[in-house]
Nanobody, 124 residues
C-alpha cells in the first residue's frame, strides 16, 4: 500500500491550502482515511478522519470549522481543505489508512499505512 501526500507549502495566516493524498495497493474505498500532523518537537496528533463511504467525518477541536476532509473513491484520493490557517497549524501533515474503531479513529495506532508527509508552513 502506498500513500502519496501533496499540496503543502508556505501560506500567510488566514490563507488556504488543499492537501491531497493518493492511495494505491489495495481497495481504497474499503478503508477509512485520516489526516494527522506533527509540529517540530511535538507528538503526531489527529486532525481529521473520514469513513470508507465518506458518510462520517471527525475533526480535532483545533481545526473544526476551518478544515474539511473529503474523499473521491473513484480517484483513490482523500483531501484536506484547510481554510483560515493559523501559525499554529504549521506542521508536517500525514495521511493514513486503516479500519479504526472507537477512539482508535483519533489515534495513530488505528491506522496501518502512512504517507510520507507534506510540510505546511503558516507565516504570521
Amino acid at each position: 500500500v502506498q500513500l502519496q501526500a501533496s499540496g503543502g507549502g508556505l501560506v500567510q495566516a488566514g490563507g488556504s491550502l488543499r492537501l491531497s493524498c493518493a492511495a494505491s495497493g489495495r481497495t481504497f474505498s474499503s478503508y477509512a482515511m485520516g489526516w494527522f500532523r506533527q509540529a517540530p518537537g511535538k507528538e503526531r496528533e489527529f486532525v481529521a478522519s473520514i469513513t470508507w463511504s465518506g458518510a462520517i467525518t471527525n475533526y480535532a477541536d483545533s481545526v473544526k470549522g476551518r478544515f474539511t476532509i473529503s474523499r473521491d473513491n473513484a480517484k483513490n484520493t482523500v483531501y484536506l481543505q484547510m481554510n483560515s490557517l493559523k501559525p499554529e497549524d504549521t506542521a508536517v501533515y500525514y495521511c493514513a489508512t486503516g479500519n479504526p474503531t472507537g477512539w482508535g479513529i483519533r489515534a495513530t495506532h488505528g491506522y496501518d499505512y502512512w504517507g510520507q508527509g507534506t510540510l505546511v508552513t503558516v507565516s504570521s
